[in-house]
């Protein structure tokens, strides 16, 4: 909707005439030493804890610390143009972002300006403070919504529902940010918005990720909140629960969102600069004593809300890379015991094929068969089971011909449901289709497929699906379980693509 | 003038003994003991000296009983002690704090008014009304010309600032008018 100019004039003329300035008392300090993103403010008597300060040319700051002399003040943006003398004002408010959607389809950085050259933002604009205590245990609801990632491996075993928070960890390159891509694409139609937080990520990725959720249609439910590494260490902390504020809004308008940290490591290496920089007292690893408080008061703001407060949800997936797979060390194992279960992937798994490269029997939802619909349930039981006994096995694999049928049969079995579990990137799989194919694989239809076609069996199976059988798959999709007539309709369609089409 | 709070103890100290030992007027002599020690300390160079780690405490007490002849034992005492414990530098700062307790005890409040002209004695006089009434403190106006902010006033009283200035609604506005668009 364009504007027009006589409007711009007019609005204007109306502001001018009526402009009544509210002449009241502020809270003024003048700064005693600038640098680093971080500045000492004598003075500013007044002010409270993470209140918001101005600077003469605009700028931005958070009262961090308050002290019997001075106030700690982390610069939100820029430190160059403030010097020292130049008189600080309090604002009264606590630091606050744009929320609603306008936001949709947006790149903003961590105090939500745009920065995606797409012009201002629309519309009145609400917005929310950042901090905020996250919802009791009264307002909340069970999880029982599933959250469909799209990735077989994850939906079939470590489900993941709405108001769930579920951490992905790995050593760098293993396919985390690829996961939550794909979990963005997946949620086009499924109402649910969408938004992703980059942390200290090169503004390379970070445009390159914007890029492909354009080219896949995503960013018609996306909104990407960006602190990359080249911004002060201040926005990079307060990112994360940028996002959040602009994610509660949806959540408690009775809406889905998922929100995606990348990565919380590097939200706790900005934290650790900035309480350096302010002289807190160093703990382990150099990190402040606070910094479990830090994610816990994060995470917990994710959450299902029951009916009476709406009924939605905020769904987190927060990223944490490890250094050679050491999960106890020590921001790893404070996020894995915030969070309602972790996804492990390893390079050893990548780099031998299996992508994503999920470790299955480490990997855990402590939401599990409670976040997947009744169809999902009937055929994943039996996977875990079969996936877990061909890991056992494994290590006979070497043995070949040496080995009892049983034994044959289970590691047969595994490396087929493997080959099923595979994915490529940006091929999120509706749901339908994958209780389809999985029911194939454990049920025994593949066991006759050799190993390096079961891929292409899967492929041409499911276009056999859509084209002669939709039937089928809607039905899944509706009944939400795998009924008699399904089954046998499934049965049946099996038998019949595997006598007639080549793969 | 930016007191930090090692300045504020030792002043505060000072301060107690004064109202136990007399209250009012004692303190006003004190104050005016401790200016002209400043005064003194500042004109003759004798920072460098009282704080030279080669001269002997002994030396330096009788160049402090030579330069500053028939102060008050307390004020004596404690510039013998400021000087022993290396803290001679912060007597400015000191002063400052010792005068902000004075003004505080008398509920006197400095108020920094800056206009672009000079004032009336009306407006003077209407100020200083206003003023005490806002803050509940007998007023003193320390005034400054500045020709930039256009019309109206700044003032300061301490940590707050009132901004009634043209400058400051023109910013004001221009802030209000960039969010629109």
Not at chain 2, 101 to 117: H, K, N, P
Request: proline share 4%; net charge negative.
């Amino acid at each position: 909707m364009a504007i027009r100019s006589e409007d711009i004039i007019s609005n204007l003329r109306g502001q001018i005439e009526h402009f009544g300035a509210m002449v009241s008392a502020v809270d003024v300090g003048t700064v005693q030493e600038v640098g680093d993103g971080i500045a000492r403010i004598y003075g500013l008597s007044g002010v409270k804890a993470s209140e918001l300060v101005e600077f003469p040319n605009g700028t931005l700051g958070m009262a961090f610390n308050l002290e019997e002399d001075s106030v700690g003040v982390i610069i939100l943006g820029s430190y160059e143009g403030i010097k020292e003398g130049d008189q600080v004002r309090a604002t009264g408010r606590v630091v606050e972002v744009p929320v609603g959607d306008a936001l949709v389809g947006r790149v903003v950085n961590a105090l939500g300006q745009p920065i995606d050259g797409k012009g201002p933002l629309l519309g009145g604009m609400k917005t929310r403070p950042i901090e905020r205590v996250a919802p009791g245990v009264i307002t909340r609801e069970e999880v029982s919504v599933p959250l469909q990632t799209g990735i077989k491996a994850i939906d079939a075993m470590i489900p993941i529902g709405r108001g769930q928070r579920e951490l992905l960890i790995g050593d760098r390159s293993t396919g985390k940010t690829a996961i939550a891509t794909d979990t963005i694409i997946n949620q086009k139609g499924q109402d649910v918005i969408c938004i992703y937080v980059a942390i200290g990520q090169k503004a390379s990725k970070t445009a390159q990720l914007v890029a492909t959720l354009e080219q896949f249609g995503a960013m018609d439910h996306t909104i990407v909140v960006a602190a990359t590494a080249d911004e002060p260490a201040a926005l990079q902390y307060i990112a994360p629960y940028a996002g959040c504020a602009m994610g509660e809004e949806f959540m408690e308008t009775g809406r889905d969102a998922l929100i995606i940290y990348d990565d919380l490591s590097k939200h706790a290496i900005a934290y650790r600069e900035v309480s350096l920089l302010m002289r807190r007292p160093p703990g382990r690893e150099a990190f402040p004593g606070d910094v479990f408080y830090l994610h816990s008061r994060l995470l917990e703001r994710a959450a299902r809300l029951n009916k009476n407060y709406g009924g939605g949800s905020l769904t987190a997936l927060p990223l944490i890379e490890t250094q050679a797979n050491d999960v106890s060390a020590y921001i790893p194992t404070n996020v894995i015991s915030i969070t309602d279960g972790q996804i492990f992937l390893e390079p050893d798994l990548f780099y031998a094929g299996i992508r994503p490269a999920l470790n299955v029997g480490v990997s855990v939802s402590r939401v599990g068969g409670k976040a997947q619909i009744k169809a999902y349930r009937q055929v994943a039981g039996r996977l875990k089971l079969d996936m877990a006994q061909f890991r056992e096995l494994a290590a006979f694999a070497q043995f070949g011909s040496d080995l009892d049928k049983t034994t044959r049969a289970s590691l047969d079995r595994g490396t087929r449901i493997q080959e099923i579990l595979k994915q490529p990137q940006y091929e999120p799989m509706p749901v339908d289709q994958q209780v389809a194919i999985i029911y194939a694989v454990t049920n025994g239809y593949t066991d006759d497929v050799p190993v390096d076609r079961v891929r292409a069996f899967e492929t041409a199976f499911l276009r056999f699906m859509t084209q002669s059988h939709p039937d089928v798959l809607q039905a899944i999709r509706t009944d939400k379980q795998i009924t008699d007539t399904t089954q046998n309709a499934l049965n049946a369609a099996i038998a019949e693509f595997k006598r007639n089409a080549t793969y | 003038m930016q007191i930090g709070s090692l300045a504020r103890r030792y002043a505060r100290a000072l301060f107690g003994l004064g109202i136990e030992a007399g209250g009012d007027p004692v303190l006003d002599r004190w104050f005016e003991q401790l200016q002209r020690a400043g005064t003194i300390f500042r004109e003759t160079g004798l920072y460098p000296v009282l704080e030279n780690p080669g001269i002997q405490f002994e030396q330096k007490r009788q160049i402090l009983d030579n330069a500053l002849p028939g102060i008050d034992t307390f004020v004596r005492n404690f510039l013998y002690l400021i000087v022993s414990k290396n803290r001679v530098r912060l007597l400015d700062q000191m002063i400052a704090a010792f005068q902000t307790d004075l003004y505080e005890r008398r509920g006197i409040a400095v108020v920094d008014v800056r206009t672009a002209i000079p004032l009336t004695d009306d407006q003077r006089q209407r100020l200083n009304t206003r003023l005490g009434n806002y803050l509940k403190k007998s007023i003193i106006i320390r005034e400054e010309i500045d020709p930039s902010i256009v019309g109206g006033a700044v003032i300061l009283a301490g940590d707050k600032l009132i901004d009634a200035s043209v400058l400051g609604r023109l910013d004001a506005l221009h802030d209000q008018l960039l969010q629109l668009y």
